[in-house]
């Protein structure tokens, strides 16, 4: 499956954004989706994840409270809204999509996830 990401930006620390990732096929609703982040310098970490139908998520302890995962089977789109957004968050963020189809529950492992998006930069300056 193609993943399609739009959003990301620079902004200032306190503020908001909402990334959005796009599934090209029409089986995007039976896959777990997730957001993963590779700050400068550093390895991707987790950030978030969904399961298939969406009645479960995962979340970074780091980010947990202030950012959302949502999805819309509908519209075959992913969404991360990133709220109180702090200048540890700056990072190159990817959506995946996990590749075992209607999974319990979503994982968080990055290994689990193989189709990706090509990123989006986030920048939060304090």
């Known amino acids: 499956v193609q993943l399609v990401q739009s959003g990301g930006g620079s902004v200032q620390a306190g503020a908001s954004l909402r990334l959005s990732c796009a599934a090209s096929?029409?089986?995007?609703?039976?896959?777990?989706m997730g957001w993963f982040r590779r700050p400068p310098g550093k390895d991707h970490e987790f950030v978030a994840s969904?399961?298939?139908?969406?009645?479960?998520?995962g979340y970074a302890d780091s980010v947990r409270g202030r950012f959302t995962i949502s999805r819309d089977n509908a519209k075959n789109t992913l969404y991360l809204q990133m709220n109180s957004l702090k200048p540890e968050d700056t990072a190159d963020y990817y959506c995946a999509s996990d590749f075992v189809i209607y999974r319990s529950s979503p994982p968080s492992t990055i290994s689990d996830f193989t189709s990706w998006g090509q990123g989006t930069r986030v920048t939060v300056s304090s």
């Open positions: 969904i399961k298939w139908n969406g009645d479960i998520t």
């Open positions: 096929e029409g089986t995007f609703d039976k896959y777990a």
